[in-house]
């Protein structure tokens, strides 16, 4: 009957239907059609011929169909996800709850879990397979373990548990290890041409015969070695598709749910929205502040808000902790909304940079809870750049008027745009040195024009706590201990310019050298590795790998430091501490 069923398929195949239904999708994306076409496409290598294939898809037809009602339905489905269920259940239970009702009264005590326990745990203790008499002590040890792990399967920490219980564990267990029916494994209902919310054999089969026609290029009902070679490639094309649009979906979906972490201030029609991101990994200058007892400099960004009527709303991130310094017509700004960046390292290690704004009532001020509430870009055609966009309209209900990556910080008009990053920065540390440290003070101000700023830490509006340093940041902190002998220089570092290229090598490595030839006007020398002699305050900015190799003398005291610090040789017991944020710390 089969057979003459699948013939009349054969002929039905090639005749046109005007009732044809729009192609729906599976879970997965994937077409009724491309579903068929793939499960022909595995069939066909046992079974190349068509009336081989027609078998095989038949038994694949019969699997889907479980109800005892002709063709393959919703029902179908449903009644295998719970034969499914009530299969997997039975055996939870009767692996998992029925060994330890020892009464049978369908109540598992944890008086009876503890006998089970004591009386597995007693029979583990054999030497060569003879057992062996364990202590007091070893049979408690082993037991709790056994009772903890019963405990753990039931899913609770509990003195009895019932039936339903022991059910509920088991749904919970099924449904974390994912263990349930998929119905991408099913004949997919959109091949229901009908509309009568069932797929017919007639149906199925022909979409199987359509499928098997498109692999036939040359139509003699066998699928050859050719054949199946085009019809891998087009395979490896469409699994490779999926996987993109898999990993996007996982991508979106992450993304969505980094949003429930996050709530913005509404930001108006009437207001004009600017987003601003920096994206250095330096900046022009940096303050002499910390915030939360982080060990991260703190780049400085100059924000003038220029005379006008039109009320503001300010986003601001960026790379790199930033204090924001707003001046000028700040009547004019209605919010200001601040992003703070993870630190670079293991990201199971990073920790949230904090940010600060000066010249803004902190009323105005709302601090992003999370990095992806405001992510930072470097320009503005890379996908980071859109997410924050889509981000702040999502979490303002306003897209943003105007975006600008600002490359290096300085100050930036607005609304009007303007960036100047040749300005001076107001209240900087006048930064001079005639001893051991002017080589790393000039050194510092190539890196960062500005300076150090000094700021009021109580004028900083941030998350948490914004304190005064007094050791300057970065090689600044260096060359300023080194003026106050706090330090001695025991390595050097020579740098120059081969081309386009800076090189840095060690002074004391014999095997790299500066050009025989080079004028000493062109290689610039200066200290790269420090004793410290006595108590001090390390410079923020060195919880990396490429911090200066720093050494504790005989008997001085160790340095302050926070959450972390560079590598520092302890010359007293020869042990190195270290805890870094970026790298590993030398063994």
Partial sequence: MRKCLFGIL?????????????????????????????????????????????????????????????????????????????????????????????????????????????????????????????????????????????????????????????????????????NQPSKSDFVPLSLDRDGDARVSREEFGAAVLVAFGQLDSNGDDVIDKDEIAVAAAKVKQANAEMMKRRSEQRAEETYRAQLQACSLPRVTSDETLILISTNTHTGRALANIALDDGEETLVVAQVKIEPGKEKLAVAVTGLRGTVWRFSGAVDRLSHVIVGSPFSIGKREER??????????????????????CLPYFTNLDEPRSKRSVRALTALTERAPDHVVSNATVGTISLPSLRIDNDAPFANAIPLTSEGPGAPLLRKFKKTFPGGVVNIDPAAVVTTGHAERRETLPRNAGFAQLLDQGVLKATGYDLTFQLGNTFITVQESDPNRKPPEDMPKDRIERFPSAFTILKKTRLPVGNCHQFAPKLTLAKGAPLPDFGACYPAIKIEDSGETLCKLHRGKCPK
């Fill in 10 to 178: 054969t002929a039905a195949a090639m005749t046109p239907t005007s009732s044809v239904t729009a192609e729906k999708s599976s879970p997965l994306g994937v077409s009724g059609a491309d579903w068929v076409w793939q499960s022909v496409y595995r069939q066909v290598r046992r079974a190349p011929t068509k009336e081989a294939l027609l078998d095989a898809m038949d038994n694949l037809f019969r699997h889907s169909e479980v109800d005892g009602v002709e063709g393959i339905s919703e029902q179908d489905y449903n009644l295998s996800t719970r034969l499914h269920s009530a299969r997997h259940r039975g055996l939870y239970l009767s692996g998992h709850w029925f060994p330890y009702d020892l009464d049978g009264d369908l109540v598992v005590t944890r008086d009876e879990i503890e006998q089970v326990a004591r009386y597995k745990a007693l029979k583990s203790f054999a030497v060569d397979g003879v057992p062996i008499t364990p202590t007091p002590e070893q049979l408690a040890k082993v037991q709790k373990k056994i009772s903890e792990t019963i405990l753990l399967r039931l899913g609770q920490d509990a003195e009895r548990f019932t039936m339903q219980d022991a059910i509920a564990a088991s749904a919970e267990y099924e449904e974390r290890k994912g």
């Fill in 351 to 372: 920790v949230k940079i904090a940010s600060g704004v000066t010249g803004v009532p902190d009323e105005k001020i709302t601090f992003a809870q999370e990095p992806e």
